[in-house]
Nanobody, 123 residues
Framework: QVQLVESGGGLVQAGGSLRLSCAAS????????MGWFRQAPGKEREFVAA????????YYADSVKGRFTISRDNALNTVYLQMHSLKPEDTAVYYC????????????????WGQGTQVTVSS
């Protein structure tokens, strides 16, 4: 079992930055692909970013490319999502997930999830 705990969310003005963290426990995440998803009220959970277990390959939703960066520190068993140039449409609960599979874009392929952290971007 892998337990994931997100942190770092909050209220920020449009154009601002936040860094989300996802701390894992129970098992090392070194062999897992790690992803970030978000869910806004009344909407489905959507893919934001993911990183291959090798820590090199990264994948991003078109809506966040160039603004968000996913990274991982396997020694700390932690994954990060650095968010810049935030927009009101980025407002959502952000979830961290761990996947043993090879598909990064679908939430159904993730085996473990955190409880989420709220990001609110004011205009």
């Amino acid at each position: 079992q892998v337990q994931l705990v997100e942190s770092g969310g909050g209220l920020v003005q449009a154009g601002g930055s936040l860094r989300l963290s996802c701390a894992a426990s129970g098992r090392t995440i070194g062999s897992y692909a790690m992803g970030w998803f978000r869910q806004a009220p009344g909407k489905e959970r959507e893919f934001v970013a993911a990183m291959h277990w090798n820590g090199v390959l990264t994948y991003y939703a078109d809506s966040v490319k160039g603004r968000f960066t996913i990274s991982r520190d396997n020694a700390l068993n932690t994954v990060y999502l650095q968010m810049h140039s935030l927009k009101p449409e980025d407002t959502a609960v952000y979830y961290c997930g761990a996947s043993k599979g090879g598909n990064y874009y679908g939430s159904q392929y993730y085996d473990y999830w955190g409880q989420g952290t709220q990001v609110t971007v004011s205009s």
